[in-house]
């Protein structure tokens, strides 16, 4: 069994599914998904780098802001909240420099939200005490401090819309042995979120909605009494997001260092990814009462 054979049967079962679906099942399956079978998803053995693998100067960085978060906050007992922690490799480098920190480090406690048992099994021994494993984050409340991510934004599941004479929602089958992509009339969830951020698309134009998002952001929102929230990942805004340059959309696959725009190969043994719209993580941050505090380029 693998990860294309569920899909396969889904599909034979119940019909064509939702990019999204396929998409999550690709990712996320317990058993078979890429995130959750256990293999070494970064570095050279894996598919892709992210910046912890090359130095560690990129946690270095992120601790010093966490001080000034630290400073600001009143030098109160601080969290760290980790989404999408994978190996620890970063919280190890966040650390190592906070250490130096005695007054915040004494107080200071890292929480790592990671969906795959086998790397939380791994790597629970990190740091002993100031380092929590966790597979959600039900049962974090009242936090004061940061919640941190570094590309994971980019690995939620999708939905695809595609603009012809009204907006449609791209769905998988399968039939004559290979996955195929159908359209469907959007029910009107894909309209309102980009009426909502004000995007006409041009007709012809294909792209990546991340609905999930929004939930995340809620759940954050819900986790912190006071702080910040500090995101690193491949994105843009709307005017680019939005521009003739990307109508074809941002998705992209990972697959042992090579990139490829095929999602229905190598299913469950490649990453896939997508844009994240910063537009939507500002407006609907500010509905989750997140103030916004400033973008940059890494």
Not at 67 to 72: A, F, G, Q, Y
Not at 125 to 136: A, E, S, T
Not at 196 to 208: A, I, M, S
Not at 261 to 268: A, E, L, Q, S, W
């Amino acid at each position: 069994m693998s990860a294309a054979d569920l899909l396969k049967n889904k599909i034979r079962q119940d019909g064509p599914i939702s990019f999204k679906e396929f998409m999550e099942t690709a990712l996320y399956d317990p058993c078979y998904g890429y995130y959750r079978a256990g293999r070494e998803r970064t570095g050279k053995t894996g598919d892709f780098y992210t910046s912890p693998c090359f130095t560690p100067l990129f946690g270095e960085m992120i601790a010093k802001q966490i001080e000034e978060m630290w400073n600001i906050l009143g030098k109160k007992e601080f969290s760290i909240i980790e989404f999408g922690g994978n190996n620890g490799r970063l919280c190890l480098d966040i650390l190592e420099r906070l250490k130096e920190n005695h007054e915040l480090y004494k107080g200071l406690q890292y929480y790592i939200i990671e969906k795959s048992i086998v790397a939380g099994n791994k790597n629970a021994g990190l740091y002993h005490g100031k380092v929590c494993w966790l597979q959600n984050s039900v049962g974090l409340k009242n936090i004061n401090g940061c919640i941190l991510s570094n590309e994971l934004l980019d690995n939620f599941p999708v939905h695809i819309a595609v603009m012809e004479d009204q907006l449609q929602e791209v769905f998988v089958d399968y039939s004559d042995d290979k996955f195929t992509e159908i359209r469907r009339k959007d029910d009107g969830k894909l309209q309102a979120y980009l009426s909502t951020l004000k995007v006409h698309l041009p007709k012809g134009f294909r792209t990546e909605i991340n609905l999930d998002v929004l939930s995340w952001l809620q759940e954050i929102s819900g986790i912190l009494d006071r702080g910040f929230v500090l995101t690193i990942d491949y994105g843009a805004g709307n005017h680019e997001l939005y521009n003739n340059k990307r109508r074809e959309g941002t998705l992209v696959c990972y697959y042992r260092h090579t990139i490829n725009f095929n999602p229905y190969i190598h299913i469950g043994d490649q990453d896939i990814t997508s844009h994240v719209n910063f537009s939507a993580l500002y407006h609907w941050g500010l509905k989750n009462q997140l103030d916004y505090t400033g973008f940059t380029t890494q």
